[in-house]
């Protein structure tokens, strides 16, 4: 598990929440947290408090979706906010080269490129909630409000 923490993309989310405040860690799971209900079982919370950082692309740019485990982000919605036409989810090659993570690790923090990021208000139904780490088997624990103000996110009903 100590070379999981190794991870240059572990190592870029463990950067910036010690750069953000030093009482947030990086956990290595023994299972894995590729899916938000993997994630809930094994953290032993509920669905919904798992952010699932879901990448969508749009005709001239990315954005990044912090939404609830329990809940399903709606392209319509999102259509309407960005006022775009054209949104459909990124697939696995744009996603690493956006972010510098994995499908099943995408963190809602340290990507490669600058991301605008929607956060689903949903989760603030949440005092913490657990977002993945740069790799399926990480996560870390935050604060709702820390998450919003960390990602810099726009917060808006996306489901």
């Avoid at 030093?22 to 798992?50: F, H, P, W, Y």
Wanted: hydrophobic fraction near 40%; glycine fraction near 4%; include cysteine.
């Amino acid at each position: 598990m100590e070379d999981l923490l190794n991870k240059e993309s572990v190592q870029r989310v463990i950067k910036v929440l010690r750069d953000f405040d030093s009482s947030l860690k990086v956990q290595a799971l023994n299972s894995s947290a590729r899916t938000a209900i993997d994630a809930a079982s094994s953290l032993n919370c509920e669905v919904g408090a798992i952010v699932k950082s879901l990448l969508l692309r749009t005709d001239d740019s990315f954005i990044l979706c912090l939404v609830s485990g329990d809940k399903r982000c709606s392209l319509n919605k999102i259509k309407k906010i960005l006022n775009k036409k054209d949104v459909s989810m990124a697939n696995a090659d744009q996603v690493k080269s956006q972010t510098g993570f994995s499908i099943g690790g995408v963190s809602p923090i340290a990507h490669l490129k600058k991301i605008k990021i929607l956060i689903d208000l949903s989760l603030s139904r949440y005092e913490n909630v657990y977002a993945a780490a740069g790799h399926p088997n990480s996560i870390f624990k935050i604060t709702y409000k820390q998450l919003v103000k960390l990602t810099e996110g726009k917060e808006e009903d996306i489901v």
